[in-house]
């Protein structure tokens, strides 16, 4: 597969360098270049991108705000020379970020990520699994589940609750929570108990053993550990 991308970025030589990593990856095809956030939005081109290379700490509009106004199945890496921004490219649902200066072997990891996350797009299949969203059955309906609205999910033995942002009473579904675990976006979502998979970008706070969304405790299981704390290591401050 190719994916259509976009570099935005206001200084030259940054802007100059992501282009000839693009070129350099067989799989990325650019699209095009902007020397801001301002001067893309409204741009045709951007309607092409599904992936943007996007730097964050730009004069106008910053990448930060530029992300939040943009389609939520186009996804973003963002460039940046400060680490301070890194948890808050993840909570706006960055695939990844690059600090600056970075090499090609950097750049080529993050972009493998948003090549896993397209090719689990392009081999939706009869489970119901589409760009930004699933359908489930429930209640003898269809019930659509954006991927942005998960908070988190729990095991229920051969049936799981997804619980989401904007309602409180969670989905029930005749699912296990293995089935489901393979179908969303690993880069968004985490197994981080045998009954519970989080949305990442929804965490608030951890503790010791746990993690907290909307105020919901949920538990770190003893297996689960290493792989969170691998994530927790990459995105602290």
Do not use: W
């Not at 996350?117 to 429930?138: C, I, N, P, Q, R």
């Not at 053993?209 to 927790?232: M, Q, W």
Request: glycine content about 4%; overall charge neutral; charged content about 25%.
């Amino acid at each position: 597969m190719r994916i259509k991308c976009i570099a935005i970025d206001d200084e030259p030589l940054a802007l100059e360098q992501m282009v000839r990593y693009i070129k350099q990856t067989p799989f990325l095809e650019l699209v095009g270049t902007f020397p801001s956030a301002l001067k893309a939005v409204g741009n045709t081109l951007l309607n092409e991108a599904q992936l943007i290379y996007l730097d964050i700490n730009m004069p106008d509009l910053n990448g930060l705000d530029f992300s939040r106004h943009i389609s939520h199945t186009k996804k973003i890496i963002f460039t940046t020379a400060y680490e301070q921004y890194a948890l808050e490219g993840f909570k706006v649902d960055a695939l990844d970020y690059l600090l600056k200066p970075f090499s090609y072997d950097e750049f080529l990891k993050a972009t493998l990520k948003a090549k896993e996350y397209f090719e689990l797009v392009e081999k939706a299949d009869s489970t119901g699994v589409y760009s930004g969203h699933m359908f489930v059955k429930s209640e003898y309906q269809s019930v659509r589940v954006d991927f942005d609205e998960i908070l988190y999910i729990e095991s229920m033995k051969d049936y799981i609750k997804i619980f989401l942002k904007n309602t409180s009473k969670p989905i029930l579904t005749l699912l296990t929570i293995s089935s489901l675990e393979g179908k969303l976006p690993s880069s968004n979502f985490m197994r981080i108990h045998r009954s519970f998979i989080v949305a990442l970008n929804k965490i608030e706070s951890t503790e010791r053993n746990s993690v907290i969304i909307y105020n919901k405790h949920i538990p770190v299981g003893e297996s689960y550990k290493k792989n969170f704390n691998s994530f927790l290591s990459k995105h602290h401050l």
